[in-house]
């Protein structure tokens, strides 16, 4: 897999931003600032860790088995699965949930804002290798601001000649306390697709709560959605992307999971927004794509 990292380099980076390395090689860009941490992996343009300095707690979960492999995708944080969700529609060969996330992301530019949050910006382009998975021109940009809370603009634009079709989820893994204590506020009364149950639609009623294993795609939700872990709450805010996935692998598919510890389902949650199934989009060339995702404690 063709590694980015050497433009890495001639990026003039400020205090508080530095390049680091996984055991394989895998660059990861280090942020520590006065309003957080965080760790974004080159590959895919994957947060892996943020923690603000007002809550001090982890935001984000990445599996102790998590497979840091080059090309290779990681377990936890956001990957970002673009520009197919789940298996590709037509040819199940093809990288699960897309490509984005199994590539190195070019790191474009990394500044402290005079707010004080960081700025880091990533962007992907087609080339060689994603044109062998999808045969189109493209240019994805993702745009990570880092302060007490974390956001992620994401942006697509076709740069070719002819229309493509995409769907995509940022793909939050959270830790959280115990799933008998958590539930999802926000998605009562909104239609969903089982996809345990051959994708049948069915009518959320109250909060969404944990009772094994769950695949569940929210359609037309509203943009702000609270993961409630006991006293914990974060809100999960999206703009310009309709749907949410609630999925937890439950004890005997994530004992299948060669990159989740068999009891590890217990302790995390995935509460993603995107645009999929009903929601996905069709980019004319030329055209443009954005969207936003907030997360914060509060
Ligand atoms: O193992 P992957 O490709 O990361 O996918 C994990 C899960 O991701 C979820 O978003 C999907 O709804 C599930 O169907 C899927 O199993």
């Known amino acids: 897999m063709k590694n980015a990292s050497a433009g890495l380099y001639f990026l003039r980076l400020p205090d508080g931003v530095r390049i680091e390395h ?34 001090n707690t982890p935001m984000l979960w990445v599996s102790r088995d998590a497979l840091f492999e080059p090309g290779r995708a990681i377990r936890g944080g956001i990957p970002l699965c673009w520009p197919w969700f789940n298996a590709h529609p037509d040819n199940p060969g093809l990288p699960s949930h897309g490509f984005a996330r199994n590539l190195d992301w070019r790191l474009e530019s990394a500044d402290i804002l005079p707010s004080g949050e960081a700025r880091v910006v990533f962007c992907l382009e087609d080339s060689e290798q994603s044109r062998q998975w999808w045969p189109h021109a493209f240019k994805a940009t993702l745009v990570l601001t880092l302060g007490l809370q974390l956001q992620l603009a994401f942006s697509v634009s076709n740069t070719g000649d002819d229309a493509f079709d995409m769907s995509y989820a940022l793909h939050s893994y959270f830790p959280v306390s115990d799933l008998n204590n958590v539930r999802v506020e926000g998605l009562d009364g909104r239609c969903f697709i089982d996809q345990l149950q051959g994708n049948a639609r069915r009518m959320q009623s109250g909060p969404v709560q944990i009772a094994g294993e769950t695949d569940a795609i929210y359609l037309d939700v509203p ?6 872990d006991g006293n914990r709450m974060r809100r999960v805010t999206a703009d310009n992307m309709p749907c949410a996935v609630v999925w937890n692998p439950g004890p005997h598919k994530a004992a299948r999971m060669a990159d989740l510890g068999d009891d590890e389902y217990a302790g995390m949650l995935c509460v993603e927004r995107g645009r999929l199934a009903d929601a996905a989009i069709r980019l004319d060339a030329g055209a443009s794509h954005r969207s936003l995702l907030t997360l914060a404690d509060f």
């Open 22 to 55: 996984l055991p394989r090689g895998q660059a990861v860009v280090e942020v520590e600032t006065r309003l957080c941490r965080a760790t974004l992996s080159v590959q895919g343009a994957q947060v892996l860790k943020f923690e603000s300095r007002a809550s």
């Open 223 to 228: 943009d702000t959605l609270i993961l409630v």
